[in-house]
């Protein structure tokens, strides 16, 4: 509640990602900026569209804290 951001990691070994839908849907609801760092998923990636069109989305955490 008290984040200025958030900065959501999705990694390739993550087992589901369910938690971080949950927080990134969280700090929607919220209305705070959503920094989303989504690495290559393959055909699991279809379970995070609602993350990727809430946040902005990067390849790399050093990407989306160049952006902040």
Do not use: H, W
Not at 19 to 36: D, V
Not at 39 to 68: P, T
Request: net charge negative; glycine share 8%.
């Amino acid at each position: 509640d008290q984040a200025d951001l958030v900065l959501a990691v999705m990694t390739a070994d993550n087992p589901s990602g369910y938690g971080l839908n949950l927080e990134i849907g969280y700090a929607k609801a919220k209305g705070k900026p959503i920094y989303f760092v989504c690495e290559e998923l393959g055909d699991r990636m279809k379970y995070f569209g609602m993350a990727r069109q809430c946040s902005k989305c990067f390849l790399s955490v050093e990407d989306a804290i160049k952006a902040v």
